[in-house]
C-alpha cells in the first residue's frame, strides 16, 4: 500500500490545521510522490514543538553503517509488528509523526497494463498517514532523516482487488 501518493494542500493550510511551526519554503503541489524522494511529515521538534519537516522517503535505521547496501527501499512498515522489529522499535517509542496526504495510488493488477487508481477523502481534504521518521549518521558525520508510512490490513473485499495492506 501507498506506493505513490500526492501532496497538493499548501503547507501554510497543513500547519495551521496541525498547529504546526513551519520554516520550510511552499513546496509545489506534487501529483506523483515515490520512493527516495522528499516525504512531508509532522513531528514533535526538539524545542517541544509540532512542526513540518521534510525527509527521504526511505528508511535507514539508525545503527547502519552505509546508506547504501541496506538491502531493498523500505518505504512502509507493518503497524501490528512495528513495535517488535530491530529496524522500528526505538522510531515507534520516540520519533512518530504525521505524513500529510490529499491520496495515494493504487494499481489493479488484474488488468493488463496494469490501471491506476487514486484514492482520496470524499470532501477532497487532506488525510493523516501515521509515520516514523529517524536520524541517520556516518562515521564522518553525514546526516539523513528518512521516513516511513505505516500500513495496516487491508479492510474489505473492494479493498483487497488492489492490495492486502492499506
Not at 524522494?37 to 545503527?63: F, K, M, N, T, Y
Not at 501490528?80 to 522499535?89: H, I, N, S
Request: aromatic share 12%; hydrophobic share 35%.
Amino acid at each position: 500500500m501507498c506506493g505513490r501518493y500526492v501532496r497538493k494542500t499548501p503547507l501554510q493550510k497543513l500547519a495551521r490545521l496541525l498547529g504546526a511551526f513551519n520554516a520550510l519554503p511552499e513546496l509545489r503541489a506534487s501529483y506523483n510522490i515515490a520512493p527516495t524522494q522528499p516525504l512531508l511529515i509532522a513531528r514533535i521538534g526538539a524545542d517541544g514543538r509540532r512542526e513540518l519537516a521534510l525527509v527521504r522517503w526511505s528508511w535507514v535505521p539508525h545503527w547502519a553503517k552505509s546508506v547504501e547496501g541496506t538491502g531493498p527501499v523500505t518505504i512502509n512498515a507493518r503497524s501490528e509488528t512495528v513495535d517488535e522489529k530491530p529496524a522500528f522499535r526505538d522510531a515507534f517509542k520516540y520519533r512518530r509523526c504525521v505524513v500529510p496526504a490529499d491520496g495515494f495510488y493504487e494499481w489493479d493488477r488484474s488488468t493488463q497494463p496494469r490501471q491506476p487508481y487514486y484514492f482520496h477523502l470524499a470532501q477532497q481534504q487532506p488525510m493523516w498517514l501515521a509515520g516514523l521518521w529517524e536520524h541517520w549518521q556516518d562515521a564522518h558525520g553525514n546526516e539523513l532523516e528518512t521516513g516511513v508510512i505505516l500500513t495496516s490490513r487491508g479492510h474489505g473485499n473492494g479493498w483487497r482487488k488492489f492490495h492486502h495492506r492499506m
